[in-house]
């Protein structure tokens, strides 16, 4: 299949191809990358490299799900597996540091069609915690298993296992310095004057996807290093079902990117599909009402991607930046980290 390709980026930085189709096709699958860094941290080069990762993603899930008998599951569960395994995005390789040094990943998926999940949290040696997750879902009695117990069981399922040190890398380990530094310099200048240091704008890059296949049902996975810096076995919104994934065929699939904290509290993946089933809002006004409008309200940083059974794609992002991308039935990719 001949492949379309337009990276609309800040009025087309990494475009690859013409115009914006005039308006959006029934869209099968849809990537996040995360809710960005701030434009003016952004580079050509780390653009490309997005864009790139995004469009390998869309073109291996739209190319898992043309598979006789294929799934959204299938779908969401290959494209989030390509941006794991790309060093850009925080998650699998390309996770964040914990405060102690370590990188601890989670991840979440569910399909809509019977509401099962599955989920693992703090895992440090699961190449792709995407696929430990589906197996929880679909081999265990259970939605989400953390730490050693999902490791153990990751092995027990056959899954690639690898060192720690295999999601160790230099960007991150930077980022993780310059953390730390600030909030160093932010507790001595607290201690003079009483006045912290304004935080350093957040770099947010979990990964995930949503799908809907032929026979019309959805799937959400999210996939994470989480935050940079963060301590004492932290988790965050999205190996969490109704908080960073949800699928429901009856309203939406939804993944997020963002402050976990925030979404976590404002359930917020659950929020999008019940604003569709009680208030009958179409998807992309009810992602709109929670990202722009209740959690701005809150402070609470970040993005959705949200697809409903009839391919209506949302993206709703209230950071500066949202990496983006979807697929649509003909197979034309579009990707875009910022607004116009
Ligand atoms: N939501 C993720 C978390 O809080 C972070 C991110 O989206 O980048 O763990």
Known sequence: MRFVLLCVVACLVCDLSAAEPAAVPRVVLGVHGGAGVPRNEMTPELEKALCAGMTAALKAGHAALQKPGATSLDAVETAIRAMEDDREFNAGRGA???????????????????RKAGAVAGVTVVKNPISAARAVMEKTKHVMLVTQGAEAFAKEAGLDIVEPSYFHTEKRWQQLQDGLREEREANEKQKGTGLPLAPRPYEWSTVGAVAV???????????????????YGRVGDSPIIGAGTFADNATCAVSCTGHGEYFIRWAVAHEIASLMRYRGLGVQQAADDVINVQLKQAGGEGAAIALDVKGNFAMSHNSEGLYRGYITTDGQITVMLYDK
Request: hydrophobic share 35%; aromatic share 2%.
């Open 96 to 114: 964040v540091f914990t405060n102690a040094g370590r990188n601890e990943l989670d991840a979440s998926i569910m399909e809509g069609r019977l």
């Open 213 to 231: 296949d032929a026979l019309g049902n959805l799937a959400a996975g999210t996939s994470t290093g989480g935050m940079s810096n963060k301590r």
